[in-house]
T-cell receptor
Framework: AQSVAQPEDQVNVAEGNPLTVKCTYS??????LFWYVQYPNRGLQFLLK??????LVKGSYGFEAEFNKSQTSFHLKKPSALVSDSALYFC?????????????FGRGTSLIVHP | NAGVTQTPKFQVLKTGQSMTLQCAQD?????MSWYRQDPGMGLRLIHY???????DQGEVPNGYNVSRSTTEDFPLRLLSAAPSQTSVYFC???????????FGEGSRLTVL
């Protein structure tokens, strides 16, 4: 079985400060991990993914995420937050190989960046 | 390249009415899916398809039907709308087993 948790419903950060949005997962095999962002009244947009290889993954808009197998985490980070980063962020996981064809999404974390 | 296109963007129905939410993608993706998004509930999978002629149920399939006659189209049908189906609906597609999902812009449905 696969599952994902986003322990924070909301994260507040000041513009210019580093930000972290947390994600932990549970899988039987090896995880495929994804981050998506949703701006108000829009569909979800892909930010980055981890399949295999380097544990630090770089994605769109200056975001990056670190895969930590021992802590089963895949936290989303950005060195310097922008007001325009304010949005809803979703972590998703698939259990591969041979696992589910369907990703499991977290409940989402609302990121608010204050000017 | 249009990506995933959903219509309509907004719809108001009365209880008991039927309607179809349309989803089309022009990326030749085999996998397509429908989600509903409700406050505090995240995304919940309704139905999905791994190719033309193949569909399966997700987490919350009751009250919804789907079909997949072509690779491009994956319509979602509400046969008898209920207020509990008031939600925002998203269609998403993916190429291959490791790819990310491409989402449409959503269809906001209100059932009175």
């Amino acid at each position: 079985a696969q599952s994902v948790a986003q322990p924070e419903d909301q994260v507040n950060v000041a513009e210019g400060n580093p930000l972290t949005v947390k994600c932990t997962y549970s899988v039987s095999g090896n995880p495929y991990l994804f981050w998506y962002v949703q701006y108000p009244n829009r569909g979800l947009q892909f930010l980055l993914k981890y399949i295999t290889g380097d544990n630090l993954v770089k994605g769109s808009y200056g975001f990056e995420a670190e895969f930590n197998k021992s802590q089963t985490s895949f936290h989303l980070k950005k060195p310097s937050a922008l007001v325009s980063d304010s949005a809803l962020y979703f972590c998703a996981v698939r259990d591969l190989p041979g696992g589910s064809y369907i990703p499991t999404f977290g409940r989402g974390t609302s990121l608010i960046v204050h000017p | 390249n249009a990506g995933v296109t959903q219509t309509p963007k907004f719809q108001v129905l009365k209880t008991g009415q039927s309607m179809t939410l349309q989803c089309a993608q022009d990326m030749n993706h085999e996998y397509m899916s429908w989600y509903r998004q409700d406050p505090g509930m995240g995304l919940r999978l309704i139905h999905y398809s791994v190719g033309a002629g193949i569909t399966d149920q997700g987490e919350v399939p009751n009250g919804y039907n789907v079909s997949r006659s072509t690779t491009e189209d994956f319509p979602l049908r509400l046969l008898s709308a209920a207020p509990s189906q008031t939600s925002v609906y998203f269609c998403a597609s993916r190429q291959g087993s490791t790819g990310e999902l491409f989402f449409g812009e959503g269809s906001r449905l209100t059932v009175l």
